[in-house]
């Protein structure tokens, strides 16, 4: 509940990031070079501080938000969609079908996923959009495994046969029969996929392989701000802080789920 109740925050601070932020992400207060938070003894209302050129942190964080948010649903539905498709295939006709998908997803495992994520980026090109396609990619590989063990597990119970019996084509067996009762492993997943894909853009952003300057982007703030880190904590603190409480919210959300959708779990 507290993961959820800190995710509900997050979307509506992104949703409203217009009217939440006092400035524009990009606007550059020139009087303003590096102020601390007006609580820290800063001038102004800065609540975050600036950073290096005058721009508001607070405002790029809340607008960052947005960002990271969108970035992690794109990326699970890409990878929760071809992770189903290719679990459904790999468990319900098995064979060489199962062996040749398995297998390539066997030798995705085997590679660091970030290396992974940062050698597609460097073929097809620094941007949001690859970024995002490459840590769909990058995390296929648990959707599509998670995906076949729930397949062949609901494949031998007598539901599946009883429909097979009264003829119901192999579509129907795959996506009406099968998938319904594979749902609860996959939402849990879906929902632990997100904060890894924020965590995975957040690092691409921050080795300058993501969203470009000047957009808004958690782990490209870091990038700009390592130069500061001894003498302007705020610029570093506070995105690195956005980072970890989104994941965090993800996370705890997701074991929540976990034990709620899991029979065995419940007390």
Known sequence: MAGLLAIIVIVLAAVLADV?????????????????????????????????????????????????????????TISLAAGIFLGLLAGFFRGWVDVAIMRAMDIMLAIPSLLLAIAI?????????????AIAIVILPHYVRLTRAAVITEAGKDYVMASRVAGASKMRLMFDTILPNCWAPLIVQATLGFSTAILDAAALGF????????????????????????????VVTFPGLAILVTVLAFNLMGDGLRDALDPKMKR
């Open 20 to 76: 939440v932020a006092p400035y524009a992400p990009d606007e550059q207060i020139r009087t303003a070079l590096l102020v601390p938070p007006f609580w820290a003894g800063g001038t102004g209302s800065y609540i975050f501080g600036t950073d290096d050129i005058g721009r508001d942190i607070f405002s790029r964080i809340v607008h960052g938000a947005r960002l990271s948010l969108f970035v992690g649903l794109l990326v699970v």
């Open 121 to 133: 980026v460097a073929i097809l090109g620094p941007s949001l959009t690859n970024a995002i396609l």
């Open 207 to 234: 080795l300058g392989l993501g969203a470009q300057p000047p957009t808004p982007e958690w782990g490209s703030m870091l990038a700009d701000a390592l130069q500061f880190v001894q003498r302007a904590w705020w």
